[in-house]
């Protein structure tokens, strides 16, 4: 339902800092309503070994609780350990196991370390076949860097940040095909410090979704979003729209979606201004009956007759238009365009009025009854019109500048 058509090309809308200050009294505690901590008897001493000391009367000040280290702090592993399990896979001391890669070499490992950080690898290794007291077993289709990268991860949680970031999508695909969450974050958390780029989110967004990855995946879909017109040019995209067209289509869905909801949003926004708009005016067409501002105000009142600046905002454009209001010869409403403007302020604030027996603002009564002859689309139209204009108020809180302005004014 639409508002009533109502023009504001006059308003301003400036915002200004909040520049007041809270004084708040504290009244202080009255020693005489302080109860004192009973002593104990000094002078017996069939007490003096059976009674413990007393705990401090809670007061004013208070000695410094000191509280226990935290979880983290007591269980976090030393440094040495870390080294040590980083010591047994590099020098490979003991190993039963070798972990062949693409370019036909093998790394060293020990199937009770491999079992108990992967599952999967567990399951692999009871299945591989023993040849003179070794294991062995192959990670196809990854580079011999990322696979060491990974199976030192296995032993200490180790990774040196180099190769990670370079291997970091091979890691991130073995993390999941072997169950590896905690290299998985390390994987995710990597992609997100600065790796994703406009090439290759397309391919990041396809392994995050092959790879279980929803917050990888929610924030690439935010990144092609964002930039979509540059990534859909990119080559990424174009193999995947052959290959994958109902995720095309699906990011097609995400950026109308996207565009649609900022537009929606932007509108609202603009909507909210004019209802802002609305209510400053008036805020400053009851301070100018009631109060006078500069040269226009009641006849009871003494002007200020000065130029400085009004805390109302549309207090000048309102000033102007009531001039013209007064001088105008048409001043019907349908005769002058800036009239009409008048007539629409006055019944709006009619309509917001509690007070039209004593209100000072001209022909506040009579819009009162005017209410009474019109239709019921006019009346819902200007129903809807004040509650946008109260909502537009409240959500402004109690410490918005605008309310402070009129307020302090």
């Known amino acids: 339902m639409a508002a009533p058509d109502i023009d504001y090309p006059w308003l301003s809308s400036t915002s200004e800092s909040f520049c007041g200050s809270l004084n708040i009294h504290l009244e202080e505690d009255n020693p005489a309503d302080i109860f004192p901590a009973q002593e104990l008897p000094t002078s017996s001493t069939s007490f003096k070994c059976s009674i413990p000391k007393p705990p401090p009367f809670p007061g004013t000040f208070r000695a410094a609780i000191k509280y226990p280290n935290r979880l983290s702090d007591c269980s976090s592993v030393p440094k040495e350990t870390i080294g040590t399990w980083d010591r ?3 020098e490979g001391h003991g190993s039963d196991v070798y972990v062949l890669t693409v370019d036909k070499s093998y790394i060293p490992a020990h199937s009770s370390v491999l079992t108990l950080a992967s599952p999967v690898l567990g399951d692999i290794l009871q299945q591989a076949k023993v040849k003179n007291g ?15 990268a990974f199976v030192r991860f296995l032993y200490s949680s180790c990774y040196e940040e180099d190769a990670t970031r370079q291997f970091v999508l091979h890691l991130l695909v073995l993390s999941h095909c072997y169950s590896v969450p905690s290299l998985k974050r390390v994987c995710i958390h990597v992609l997100e410090q600065g790796r994703l780029t406009k090439e290759n989110v397309i391919d990041v967004l396809q392994l995050a979704r ?7 995946s929610f924030i690439c ?4 979003i964002k930039d979509f017109k540059t990534i859909s ?8 729209k052959r290959a994958n067209p109902a995720l095309e289509q699906e990011l097609l869905e995400c950026v109308v979606e996207a565009d649609s909801g900022k537009q929606e949003r932007l509108k609202k926004i603009e909507e909210k201004m004019v209802y802002l708009q609305l209510h400053e005016a008036m805020e400053a067409l009851l301070h100018i009956c009631r109060d006078g501002c500069r ?14 600046a009004c805390g109302f905002p549309a207090c000048k454009g309102l000033e102007t238009l009531v001039r013209h209001f007064s001088s105008c010869k048409t001043r019907v409403p349908g005769g002058c365009v800036h009239c009409k403007r008048m007539w629409q302020l006055l019944e709006l604030h009619s309509r917001m009025c509690n007070e039209p027996d004593s209100c000072k603002v001209p022909l506040c009564r009579h819009f009162k009854e005017k209410m009474q002859q019109q239709t019921k689309k006019d009346e819902a139209r200007w129903k809807l019109l004040v509650r946008k204009v109260i909502a537009a108020k409240n959500s402004l809180g109690p410490f918005s500048g605008r309310t402070r302005r009129s307020v302090s004014s």
């Not at 040019?233 to 995947?240: A, D, L």
């Open 88 to 90: 047994l896979f590099k």
């Open 134 to 148: 070794m294991r062995y077993i192959k990670i196809p289709g990854v580079p011999h860097q990322a696979v060491y």
């Open 210 to 216: 092959d790879c279980n990855a929803p917050r990888l």
């Open 221 to 224: 879909v935010r990144i092609i």
């Open 233 to 240: 040019s990119t080559e990424g995209w174009k193999v995947m």
């Open 295 to 308: 040269t226009i105000g009641p006849r009871d009142k003494v002007l200020k007759g000065s130029l400085a």
